[in-house]
């Protein structure tokens, strides 16, 4: 059972664009994480949100974690090629004791 | 800041034949460590965790098994590979205490 889905699957965009992708599940998770993985390389943490409904900014990217802690977004604005990679979320989910990663969201930046 | 090192980065390996994958890990003490596997394009597959020297849990069925013999280094092995053992395996160490992962560069293995 996969408890932490991401959508899209799949994104392709023009440099300068906004997107957003989410992160959902059914379970509340005591925190999440956000990593994004190049090609050929290990995922890279990118941010913790913690608390429901915080906010985190980290340069072009806006973090937020859910108010019931069941779901997180990331937001990406002005896209840049070097954003171009896989967007995975992670946590453990209360009761489970297990760290969870979602299903991954494919993103592609085109100059 | 925690430095994971993997070894070997690509390996092609026949059928049958053994594996031994190396994790190491520098700048902390007493890490959870975690084996992962990765399809194409894919999410990641967790294999082994360990939260200790010589604590081993699995994850997932199959002809792989994981030893801890020192608190930082985490080895994946199999006595006799096989064609769905090809993808890309990342090692993991995690403090505990914040629940942030940090991952290796990976072995990509091709089993032929």
């Known amino acids: 059972t996969q408890l932490l889905e991401q959508s899209p699957q799949f994104l392709s965009i023009q440099e300068g664009e906004n997107l957003t992708v989410y992160c959902n599940s059914s379970s509340v998770f005591s925190s999440l994480q956000w990593y994004r993985q190049e090609p050929g390389e290990g995922p890279v943490l990118l941010v913790t949100?913690?608390?429901?409904?915080e906010v985190k900014k980290l340069k072009r990217l806006t973090f937020q974690f859910g108010d019931a802690r069941k779901d997180s977004s990331l937001h990406i604005t002005a896209a840049q090629p070097g954003d171009t990679g896989l967007y995975l979320c992670?946590?453990?989910?209360?009761?489970?004791?297990?760290?969870?990663f979602g299903t991954g969201t494919r993103l592609k930046v085109l100059a | 800041s925690q430095t994971i090192h993997q070894w070997p980065a690509t390996l092609v390996q026949p059928v049958g034949s053994p594996l031994s994958l190396e994790c190491t890990v520098e700048g902390t003490s007493n890490p959870n460590l975690y084996w992962y596997r990765q399809a194409a394009g894919r999410g990641l597959q967790l294999l082994f965790y360990?939260?200790?020297?010589?604590?081993i849990s699995s994850e997932v069925p199959q002809n792989l098994s994981a030893s801890r013999p020192q608190d930082r280094q985490f080895i994946l092995s199999s006595k006799k590979l096989l064609l769905s053992d090809s993808g890309f395996y990342l090692c993991a160490s995690e403090t505990g205490t914040s629940y942030e992962q940090y991952f290796g560069p990976g072995t990509r293995l091709t089993v032929t």
């Open positions: 992670a946590g453990w989910a209360s009761g489970t004791y297990k760290y969870i």
């Open positions: 949100v913690v608390t429901g409904g």
């Open positions: 360990s939260v200790g020297i010589g604590q």
